[in-house]
């Protein structure tokens, strides 16, 4: 597991209080893990701090589940 | 109930007439309060009345890159923002045929979009603590309109709705987005009213006199409070009757 999927992946589990083992590449913030939509912009908030990266609106509708942004991140940091 | 010890609040526009007693009634039920307004020695002279060490923070609302250096600088000097008070605004008054761009676009720029730059800076921390307060001063004029104030109209207007999408976007997070809305309420400027001028008001008037500064900061500490944790989206009328709405 790459540092990106572990550091996104604590991100998750803190702001939704879900289990780690349920956040998978592909589960889904709002289907799987019980997010709304204010959860899905304050997730990208706390990615933009821990990454240091802007992440534009439409990139930001892209990421659906857990995969979405670790792909995302580990292109947007490499 | 209605103890706001602990809580940190800033209070645009603090350096007189509503803002000042919102700031003082703020700081009396507990609250560390941060004052902003353009004049300096008035926001002195509102911390001197509160008798607490309140963090003087001097912003003008028509520039937004003084806008937006407001709410992070109170936050430093508060540690954190549980209540934001929008008080600060100002008339440009004219007859609609009459008014200029400036006049219409320097009145929205100060009471509507540095309130909507100023929500927005402060949901970040708000969402985060998931306790937020925020508390427009509208107006009347923004329910009913008035003669003249084509532009303050619109602008009240506009922050009472801006206020109540705000407050479904974030009740969820126990943050709540209410606007009082004041009648006439005693001033500088209603001091300089003629009898006539004055007589003209008071027959609108139920309660048959101007309202007061303290009766509106009643209203803030009120909507600050525990005791209103269940109201969000409101407009909070205080006008003596005026307007039963």
Known sequence: MSDVADRVRKIVVEHLNVDAEKVVEKASFIDDLGADSLDQVELVMAFEEEFSVEIPDDAAEGIQTFGDAVSFLTKAVG | ?245
């Open chain 2, 1 to 245: 109930m209605f103890d706001l010890t602990g809580k940190r609040a800033l209070v645009t526009g603090a350096s007189g007439g509503i803002g000042r007693e919102i700031a003082k009634a703020l700081a009396a039920a507990g609250a560390s309060v941060a004052l902003s307004g353009t004049r300096v020695g008035a926001l002195e002279d509102t911390a001197a009345a509160i008798g607490k060490d309140c963090p003087i923070l001097p912003c003008n609302l028509s520039r937004l890159d003084e806008v937006d250096k407001l709410v992070p600088a109170a936050e430093a000097a508060l540690g954190g923002l549980d209540i934001l008070v929008n008080n600060a605004g100002m008339t440009r008054d004219n007859l609609f045929m009459r008014m200029k761009d400036e006049e219409w676009d320097e009145v929205l720029a100060v009471n509507l979009t540095a309130a909507f730059h100023l929500n927005r800076a402060v949901l970040r921390g708000m969402m985060k603590q998931r306790f937020g307060r925020i508390i427009g001063i509208a107006s009347v004029v923004g329910v009913m309109g008035n003669p003249g104030q084509g532009n303050y109209a619109a602008s009240k207007a506009g922050l009472i709705g801006m206020n109540k999408a705000l407050a479904h976007e974030v009740a969820s997070r126990n943050i709540t987005v209410n606007s009082i809305a004041p009648g006439f309420i005693a001033s500088a400027m209603t001091d300089e009213l003629n009898d006539k001028q004055r007589e003209a008001i008071m027959a609108t008037i139920p309660a048959n006199r101007l309202g007061t500064a303290q009766e509106v900061a009643g209203c803030a500490v009120f909507l600050a409070s525990d005791a209103a944790a269940y109201i969000t989206g409101h407009t909070l009328n205080v006008n003596g009757g005026m307007a039963m709405i």
